[in-house]
């Protein structure tokens, strides 16, 4: 039995703390609109349709990244942005783990065999009406990806180390609908990260390693 420590932003030390993560208990309030204290009822006035994303850490020895994936610029919403894989949950989905599972599948082929879900963060409200599921897991390696060229653009790895650390989180704000809406940005490189995405791995920060 391995009982050396785990060495931070590990594969082991993530699913230490993802097994403390108790969000689905507490009943917090996430999303977009935590961003912009004061326009909660905008978020909550129609019905939020439910959608899952898997949170993939991929096991890399001592340093672990995350999956992401740039949708595809044909898409009619959210074309071209930096995402983690997932989308609607289906009637036919036993579960929000299974509706992440299923589109990391169809979305860019990474086979569930090499995933291990280890838990959950509290759902996440998206301005764009959408109430998800963030489903944690560790990625074993040897797995290959099948890009599906109709959704997915590109699917690319950035070392958790760097998400998790709050000098690469900076605020930024457009405006939307006559009102200066604030999100999170994180860029690596040519990937620029904002949104939804920077969102979830905000509260992924806040809720694991802040």
């Known amino acids: 039995m391995d009982d050396a420590p785990a060495k931070l932003f590990s594969p082991k030390d993530f699913r230490i703390r993802a097994a403390l993560e108790r969000g689905l208990e ?36 001592e340093q672990a990244t995350l999956l992401l994936t740039k949708r595809a610029e044909q ?13 609607r949950i289906d009637p036919t989905d036993g579960s929000p783990e299974e509706a992440a599972l299923r589109e990391a599948e169809e979305e860019i082929g990474l086979d569930r065999s090499f995933v291990d879900v280890i838990g959950r963060m509290p759902d996440y409200v998206s301005g764009s009406g959408y109430r998800i599921a963030p489903v944690l897991s560790v990625v074993r390696p040897g797995f290959f990806l099948t890009i599906n060229r109709d959704e997915v653009d590109d699917a ?12 690469n989180h900076s605020r930024d704000s457009r405006m939307w609908e006559n009102k200066e809406r ?11 990260i904002w949104g939804v995405t920077a969102g979830i791995i905000r509260t992924l920060y806040e809720r694991l390693y802040a």
């Open 182 to 192: 604030f999100f999170y940005t994180m860029p690596y490189g040519e990937r620029y």
């Open 75 to 87: 898409l009619r919403s959210h074309s071209g942005q930096v995402a983690f894989p997932g989308g």
């Open 156 to 167: 690319f790895e950035v070392p958790l180390s760097f998400l998790m650390d709050p000098a």
């Open 26 to 61: 507490g009943g917090a309030d996430y999303g977009d609109h935590r961003w912009n204290p004061g326009i909660e009822p905008l978020f909550f006035q129609r019905p939020l349709r439910d959608a899952a994303v898997l949170v993939p850490v991929v096991d890399h020895g």
